[in-house]
Structures are given as C-alpha cells and as structure tokens.
C-alpha cells in the first residue's frame, strides 16, 4: 500500500525567501506525481506533473524533482510571496487503475 | 477545453438522509475519481469510474456508490449520511489515453455538512 508523507506540516516565511517542500513515498513503482494547491475550503489546482520517466519540472517560480529510487519528491518555490500562501500537497500515480493517494499536505503561510 | 465542474457546491443534510453530488469531467477525459478530504486532512480515494464501471475502490462502506454516464459525467451518492460523512468532496478527471496518464484535473469540491 502506498504511503506518502509530506514535511513539514506547516511552514511560515517571510516574502522573498526561497523555500523547500518535500514529499515521500513508499512505494516507488509509480506512474507520475503531480503537486497541487489548495486555497482554504476550495479544491485542488494542478501546479507541476513529472512523469516517471523525468527527473524535474518546472513552471515560473516553481521547480519539482523527482528520485523515484529514494522515493521523495521536492517542490522548490523561489523568492516566495503572500499570495503563495496555501497548502500544498503532492500526490503519487501508481499502476493498475489510475489510483492517486495523497500526502496530508504542507499549510505554508508568507509573510509580507 | 472546459475543466470539471461539480454541484452543488454547499450542501446542508440532516443526519440519515441521502444525498447526490454530480460531477461533469473535462472535455476529453474518461475516467472519473472520487475523493472525501476531511478538515486538515488529504484527501481520501472513494471510488473510480472508468467507461462507467466502478474500477477501483478505497476503504469506504457500500453506503457510498457512484454512477458514471456515456458522456463520462458521474455522479457520488451517500445513503443513511452519518455526520462523520462531513466534508468536502471533490472529483477529479483523468485521461487513460497516454500510458503515464496526463495526472488528474480536479473540480471545485461540493461542501457536505451533515448535522
């Protein structure tokens, strides 16, 4: 059964800080991990998809890496800002029909 | 291109009820998941629709079914709502047409309360 771990759990800054948050998982035979964005009480928007086939990806400020050996993924977000303030949460494709399973998520908070 | 639309998005049921929640994918993808994300927490596979059969299921009780039509819409109906089922669901469109999968697009969520 897959297991995915998301650290920390919250995480507070101030604006223009580069940031790190990372995500693991226990099983590495996996389709693709996609990092989404979750704004209070509203669903999910994609931000960053890797194949299992890439190691990063990139969009904007956003940077995500994947070691499918280790089983971690990392979502690099660069000179940070309020409007980033969400929770974060990384979750892992694995074979057989298109099941996700979700990490608990990072609540990150940027300070003006 | 659409994305996935969900309704209602806040309901209020009554502890016992039934209730419907509907989900319209995006255009171009058929497969169709489910998931219930409690307060604070990630969200939780229910079930998944692939060519309107359910194709995989989490460790939820045969109170919660689904249905998924020709258009690839699907709807998530709760029986006898517990007040535990309190949440925001949400649905999510995915695509089996690449092998990878192109990841899942999720929908706004309907927000359950059950008192």
């Known amino acids: 059964k897959q297991e995915v771990t998301q650290i920390p759990a919250a995480l507070s800054v101030p604006e223009g800080e580069n940031l790190v948050l990372n995500c693991s998982f226990t099983d590495s035979a996996i389709y693709n991990l996609q990092w989404f964005r979750q704004d209070p009480g509203k669903g999910l928007t994609s931000l960053l998809l890797?194949?299992?086939?890439?190691r990063e990806q990139t969009s904007g400020r956003l940077n995500a890496s994947l070691d499918k050996s280790s089983g971690r993924s990392t979502l690099y977000i660069a000179a940070s800002q309020p409007g980033d303030s969400a929770t974060y949460l990384c979750a892992v494709k694995n074979g057989g029909y298109q099941k996700v399973t979700f990490g608990t998520g990072t609540k990150l908070q940027v300070i003006p | 291109e659409t994305g996935v639309t969900q309704s209602p998005t806040h309901l209020i049921k009554t502890r016992g009820q039934q209730v419907t929640l509907r989900c319209s994918s995006q255009s171009g993808h058929n497969t169709v998941s489910w998931y219930q994300q409690a307060l604070g927490q990630g969200p939780q596979f229910i079930f998944q629709y692939y060519r309107e059969e359910e194709n995989g299921r989490g460790n939820f009780p045969p109170r919660f079914s689904g249905l998924q039509f020709p258009n690839y819409s699907s709807e998530l109906n709760v029986n006898a709502l517990e007040l535990d089922d309190s949440a925001l669901y949400l649905c999510?469109?995915?695509?089996?047409?690449?092998?990878?999968?192109?990841?899942?697009?999720f929908g706004s969520g309907t927000r359950l309360t059950v008192v």
């Open positions: 999510a469109s995915s695509s089996d047409r690449v092998p990878e999968g192109y990841g899942y697009t």
């Open positions: 890797i194949q299992s086939s890439q």
